[in-house]
């Protein structure tokens, strides 16, 4: 089970994750917990680094510090009271720990890939172990556990690290031992390379933690706890009778969060599906709502189209040369100069005249997009390279899909009755998904429209 940021906020989000905790063992249920950080720490540490080498003096680390005391200490006090003591000189040391990683920062000047890593893993550090405390304050035997100790070996690849094979037999060597035993506690979020040093797992990578812990023990269920009833068929912002689904297969789940839909680490899904093991998405604050439940293959039902994601921080990028014409190295140009600079490619779409490539990026990658590739439009690999930011992606995402014909015929015409001007169009292999590219203004029109069309509000599916 993995509690999320917003489920262990306070002392009274604790107590509630303990309670959940508690219900479940007396049923008989082993379990191992995975929890994140506080709701917002991290996002505390990753600015506080990153404005560390080019600030004029360090004098927001002490505040900082102080802060994730007070904070931590409040939530200790109100949660395990009978730990006070023990927990908080833990606290304590990793504060002073971390508060001459960051004075370090400031004196080098530098922030390593490596020493951001640590510094951000630090909100789990804090948290878990008052997590652990509550429980053994409630009578349940329980220990903590860093994302290393817990097993998880990884790729180098600092802040988006994956999971190797070897982790699975690590964990279940590591972790195995202490189901039934105890409630083990592990800090979401983090592993370590094979030569020891830490990894983060991208962002919201607790979810992902759990799943590879999961299928390191071979778990019945792997259950994501978090501040929503489950997954939904759209963004409620967006859509406000959007509503929770009963079920979900892996692949649409991964398309759903590969396109933006906040769901879950898109890789969590991963580990899972390759042990086949069933993944439910529930509500620590209305733990008697089922949820949402992850399998192989999702309920089947008459609807082809399950869900929408509907993204706006993304931009499109135009590439125009008729030198693309019949020459195949220029795709192989374009791709990897984008991956040297560390852009995410989300869509792809080529004309079959071959002159124009268009891409969809994240709005946050695109300056340095445009500067690689206008490296290319230099050297004359390509002619010209344009973007616009006023764009939005929409994803249609239903397994259904696949072998359904028309799909693609009724998710258009319903928006060409609506007057959505539909400015690219990319459908994976998978058939799982439909996305196109709309402006920006249409984005809200067009997913609204396709809700409709697919009567997505309608709770055929329970
Ligand atoms: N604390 C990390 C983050 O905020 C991991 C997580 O919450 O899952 O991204
Ligand atoms: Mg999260």
């Not at 501040?227 to 979900?248: E, F």
């Amino acid at each position: 089970m993995k509690f999320g940021g917003t489920s262990v906020a306070d002392a009274q989000c604790i107590s509630r994750v303990v309670d959940i905790l508690e219900d479940h063992r007396q049923a008989g249920d082993e379990i191992a917990v995975v929890v994140s950080a506080q709701r917002g720490v991290t996002d505390q540490l990753i600015e506080a680094a990153s404005a560390l080498p080019t600030a004029k003096d360090p004098a927001a680390i002490v505040p900082l510090i102080q802060a994730l005391s007070k904070r931590h200490m409040t939530t200790l006090e109100g949660a395990a009271p009978d730990s006070i003591a023990e927990v908080g000189s833990i606290i304590e040391e990793h504060l002073i720990n971390l508060q001459n990683i960051l004075f370090a920062v400031y004196n080098l000047r530098e922030l390593t890939p490596r020493s951001k890593d640590y510094i951000i893993s630090f909100g789990e550090r804090l948290l878990a172990p008052i997590v652990s405390a509550a429980l053994r304050q409630r009578g349940t035997p329980s220990t903590v556990l860093d994302g290393c100790e817990a097993g998880i070996l990884t790729t180098p690849q600092h802040g988006e690290s994956t999971s190797l094979p070897e982790s699975d037999d690590r964990i279940k060597r590591k972790i195995g031992p202490l189901l039934g035993k105890e409630v083990p506690v592990i800090m979401g979020f983090m592993g370590c390379t094979r030569d020891g040093s830490l990894t983060t797992l991208g962002r919201s990578g607790s979810d992902y933690s759990a799943s590879i812990i999961g299928a390191g023990i071979d778990a019945d269920e792997i259950w994501i706890w978090t501040d929503v009833d489950g997954i939904m068929t759209c963004d409620p912002r967006v859509i406000k009778d959007a509503r929770v689904m009963h079920s979900l297969s892996y692949l649409e789940v991964m398309e759903l969060s590969y396109f933006g839909a906040k769901v879950m680490h898109p890789r969590s899904i991963e580990p899972a599906m390759r042990k086949n093991i069933l993944v439910r998405v529930k509500n620590t604050f209305n733990p008697g709502h089922p949820g949402t439940v992850i399998v192989r293959n999702g309920q089947r039902d008459h609807r082809v189209v399950k869900a929408l994601t509907y993204i706006d921080k993304v931009a499109a990028i135009n590439i125009n040369g008729a030198q693309m014409i019949g020459r195949p190295g220029v795709a192989k140009a374009i791709f990897s100069i984008l991956a040297d600079h560390e852009v995410n490619v989300m869509m792809i779409s080529q004309g079959s005249s071959e002159a124009n490539i268009s891409l969809i990026v994240d709005e946050a990658h695109l300056p340095v997009a445009v500067e690689a590739l206008g490296a290319l439009a230099k050297q004359g690999v390509v002619r010209e390279v344009t973007a616009n930011r006023d764009v939005c992606a929409v994803a249609v995402v239903g397994a259904g899909m696949a072998g359904a014909p028309g799909t693609g015929g009724r998710i258009f015409t319903a928006l060409g009755k609506a007057g959505v001007n539909v400015m690219m169009i990319s459908q994976g292999s998978s058939e799982a998904n439909i996305s196109f590219v709309v402006s920006q203004n249409d984005g809200p029109r067009a997913v609204r429209v396709l809700h409709d069309e697919f009567r997505l509000s309608e709770g055929s599916d329970e």
